[in-house]
Every structure is written in C-alpha cells, then in structure tokens.
C-alpha cells in the first residue's frame, strides 16, 4: 500500500494545474456500502510479485494480441502447423488464406508468471450459410472442430440477437450482424476440470514442476460477459424486416467501396480470463532461445495445446524504452498511461467555457519508463509487427475474427462530474459533456495497410479540445485508457485525471451507483478486471456505456447481463438496491436494458424500433418515461425513499 500512496503522489504531480488525484475521498471499508475504498490490492506487474501469462489459439496456431500468427519453432510441438491464418488478408479472404506464420511469443527466463488467460479458438467462414437452420453449424462443432471430442450432452440456443456494427469512415459499411449463441454442454457445466502447465525446453524436457489451474479459479469464461462462445453468426448484412425474417441481405454496392458480401462464421471459444489465485505461479529458469509452454485439459487428456515460445534473459532485451531525459531504457512489465494538462491561459487555475484544453499522452511501464518518443506514438505498422515496446492498437482484423473488443486506445473527456447521470428522456440531450470529447489515440484502419499512408503514419502525443461555449462549471475529467502485450504480459489500463471548468470549486461524481467492492475486491477489483479502472471512479462507465443509442445501449444491456447470468452473483437477482445507491437512479430502465433479463416481456410489440441503422433513440427505448411513468416494477427491490 506505501508503494501505491507514493506512486498516487507522483501521478498527481503530473497534473498541471494540480488539482491533485485525492479529490474523490471516500472512507468506506472493503466490504461496506456505498462507492469503497479507491484501491484493492491493484495488480503492479513487477511489484506484484509475478507476472500475468496470456496464452491464445487461433485456428491451432498461437497467436498474439497484435495479431502475429506465433511460428513454430525447434522445440518438439506435436502437430502444430507450419501455415497459419493471415490477418493481413483478412478483410479479403478470412482466415483462409494460410502463410508461414513469423511471430514469437517471447518470456523473460528467471521471471515468475501466472496464467490469467487462457484461450483456444476454432473458427470456419461462409461453410454454413443457412440462416434458417444452424444444424450444420452445430455438426462441425461436435464432430470437426477442435472441441469435437468433448461432450456436447445439453447443448441449447441461449441467445438470437442482432447488433448494430458501425462502419470504419473509409473502409468498411455500416451493417448488422445476427449472433446465435450455444451453450449449456457438459464440457461447458463441468465443475471440476482443471489445465496443466508445463514449461518445456528446445529438446521437449520438462523444466519446471507441473502447474494446476482449476477453471474454478478464472473469474469470467461466460457467453453473456463475451468470453467462451459458441456461435453462428452472419455479419455485413442489412437487418431483418419483420419479426421472423431470416433472410440475409446484403449491404447495397456503394461506387467507390470495396464490396462488402455477407459473411458467415461459425466459432467454437473458450476463453478463461481473470486468475482469482494469482499466488499459483512458475518460473522460468534460466532458459534462453526455443521452448514450448505445454498446457494439458483435463477434458482433452490426450490432446494438448502447445505454444512455441522464445525465452530471453533481461540482458537479451533492447533498451527501446526510455526515461524522462529521453536516455534509453530497457522496458519493463507494467503499464501507467498518463496525461500532462496545460495550464488555462487565463491565469485562473481553471479552464472557461469555449477554451482550448491541451493534453499530452505519456504512456509508461510499471518502472515508469516511456514506451515511445516524447512527441509520437508509434505507427499501426509498429503495433502489428511488435515494435511499440507492446503497445497495442485496434487491430480490425483481430477484433473481426477472435472477437475481443477491449483493444481501443483512447481520451474522452467529460463532465462536469456531478451532471454525470442516464437521462431520463432519450431524445434529450445528455446533461453532461460526454462522446462530443473523445480522441482515439490511433485511427482504427492505421492497423491494415489498406489506407494509404495511415499505416506507417506516426501518431501525434498532443491532443487539442476545444471546450463547448457552453460547457457547464465544475469538475471534469480526462480518461486515458491504453493497452499492452510484452513479455507473455497482456494488460489494460484506465486513470482518471481532473480539471477545473469556469469555477475553482470541485465537484463529485452523483453517487448514484456503487456497491461493486462487495465483490469486486483484492484481486478481483475492477483494477484488476476489462478496463483497469478504479473503483471509485466507476460512474466514470457510463461516459461511454450509457448513452442511448443502439451501440451503447447494448453495451448498457451487457453490464446488466454478465451479473444476472453469472452463477458467481451472490445476491438476488432483482435486488437493484445492491448496486444503486438512489431510487432515482433506477427508474430509467430502458427496454433493451430490461430485456437483459425479461427478453420477451413485450413480445415483437417494438421490433422495429431496434433496427434504426442510426442506433437513433426512440420513446420507447425507456420504459419509465414512456409508459411506467406512474407505476414502478413492482417485482424488483428498489432503494428506499427515505431523504428524497
């Protein structure tokens, strides 16, 4: 906790002006009510003790964050191919085309890791192209795929949904995509099957003692929390007509766009993410060059996975990263984005309405070296290659075909924090500033070399906003999310930095949402979980989780829905009063929201409203405001009226 004090100290004094990083105090114990403590045990890379091991398949190939193919290498790997999947041709021919794989998945020797992910994916496209009928999707899975030797015993449809994709300007449509998700086979509800690590050397020996994971012990593999998938699913189409509608219809031709037909993919994922016992490590001994991470299922004893790793010795890695003098440094584990704020020019202390807010990205690691130049980020190019000291962009065609969408790097600005609440109406505008402030810190299509230029294109460290004329007074605050894979050490990270707007006096956040330390603790705080947010700065979720439109309001639907489905959630389900604090701030239900736990409350009563390819808000998108103005759910604990 020292180390977390000092460092909180030395984050503050990066903000100019210093408004200091201790403006939301709260003095809640671990476990009480209300918003709690600002840190449980955060994870801090090196100072953590060990290391968080990510380990991912694709297609039998291991892959990387960046979307490098991992190739084998002279370590004994039974059965792992020589040719694996191109993402760089993916928007093309989707995992189909198969190359000479180049990436390495490299450890640090004599470092301490624990698995917090693992993954194993098998996809095929445009092999079932029948929307009326998933049976031939569902035979490739139980008798082709790489889980075929499972037992499938209880497989059943969970969910049929369709979701607004928003196009890349420049590259891709706006379209939507039909989701047919499986679940509930045996493999998938067993409760005491467990995965074996074994470090092996470039002759195959074991080097270190076998390791035991439970699946018990990962917090989150669900379908409802976008982990373990068992899918059918059309992309690129245009949405159905009316309620039953299974045609799939394509995205009309645009002169000057590539076309874009209908895709078809059927997966089969499992996704463990999330240790819950971070104290059941290994080492790497004192390896150097080709190895194997060997991990064994206890559900598929004979068949296990192998991933061709690269180890190296703290000597072997390049002083790429640097110090505040601009002198080379080698990298460390660890990530810490920062913002550097100019001071207003009014000599105030505190932005009006109408100025220019500068801001200036500083991303470090743990140790807190600079992971690129002062003044650049680096290139899409670099981020793919594995050049950028492990920073990671969107990269399209990963987030496309391995679907893990927590990979957007960015600023968004917003507040001021005590307007910061759902509106009630959702043809009103927000109370608050929100999306109008938001800069990704690279252009998504930087990533593929399809735009001329954009590719090996450097990105800018300064950000200019210019704040609304009519920006209200208070607090406001910069987040700056930012992710990394280095050394086998898959990290995200969000921190909140604050600014004054038209007034000296701070302001705080509703208080109308909280409670998520009953859980969310020690290892399992949000700190630790998605984005790598505080706990106290959660109402900082709904900048861009909460606005009504169909693209954020499913992501609405979904916090809502990874709770109610997940057989963790230890109270009951239609106990609100546990996570809001406010009886206003439960009665703005929307109806994609509801239907997270009542999907046909109302039948195909307001089908249509949910295919406005703007994602446009409807009255009927709240319930409350709409028709349940006098009467509130009757079925659900709401907080108590007392001192409204």
Known sequence: MKRSILFQAALCALLVPALGCDLIKVTDSEGTGGRGAKV??????????????????????????????????????????????????????????????????????????????????????????????????????????????????????????WKFVPGVPGATHDSWARQVLFDNAKWRTA??????????????????????????????????????????????????????DTEVRAIPQVPGWPPEPPLFRTMVRLDLIGSTNPFKTFKIPDLRGDGVIRVTWSQLPDDPFFFPVTFKTPADVEATCSDDQGNPKQCSFGLDPRLQLAAPINGSGYYQPGETVDMFVDVRDGEGNRLHPKDTLPSGSDVVTGNANGLLYAHIPFLDTVMEYDMVPAVQVAGPLQDMKVRSDPNAPAAYLGPQIFYALADEPATVSLVTGMH???????????????????????????????????????????????????????????????????????????????????????VCHMFNNDLYNRSQEFIHKIHMTSSRYPVAKNDCAICHLTRESTLRPSITLCASCHPSSHGDEYFNMTFTTSGAASRFGNCAESCHVNTVPQSHILPSTEGL
């Open 191 to 244: 409760k005491d099957d467990f995965f074996t690590i074994e470090v092996l050397d470039d002759t195959g020996a074991r080097r270190v003692d076998p390791v035991i994971y439970n699946r018990s012990e990962f917090l989150a593999d669900s379908w409802s929390a976008g982990h373990s998938r068992i899918m059918w699913r059309v992309e690129k189409a245009l949405p159905p007509r009316a309620p039953g």
């Open 40 to 161: 449980f045990d955060p994870y801090q890379a090196t100072a953590s003790g060990a290391i968080r091991l990510s380990l991912q398949q694709f297609n039998g190939c291991g892959i990387l964050p960046t979307g490098q193919m991992v190739a084998k290498n002279s370590a004994p790997a039974p059965g792992y191919p020589d040719l694996c999947p191109s993402f760089k041709s993916v928007l093309e021919e989707p995992t189909t085309t198969l190359v000479p794989p180049t990436g390495k998945l490299e450890l640090l020797a004599n470092t301490t890791y624990f698995l917090n992910q693992f993954t194993i994916t098998d996809t095929v496209v445009n092999e079932h192209t029948n929307p009326a009928d998933q049976s031939e999707a569902i035979r490739w899975m139980r008798t082709e795929s790489r889980f075929r030797k499972l037992d499938w015993e209880g497989l059943g449809q969970v969910s049929d949904d």
């Open 456 to 542: 090996t294109a450097k990105w800018p460290t300064r950000i200019s906003r210019k704040l609304p004329a009519d920006a209200k007074p208070g607090t406001y605050v910069a987040l700056i999310k930012t992710n990394r894979y280095f050394m086998g050490e898959r990290t995200s990270k969000l921190n909140p930095f604050f600014f004054q707007v038209g007034t000296p006096e701070r302001t705080s956040y509703p208080g109308d949402v909280g409670n998520c330390q009953i859980c969310h603790r020690g290892v399992l705080s949000l700190d630790n979980l998605r984005h790598g947010l505080s706990v106290d700065h959660v109402e900082s979720c709904k």
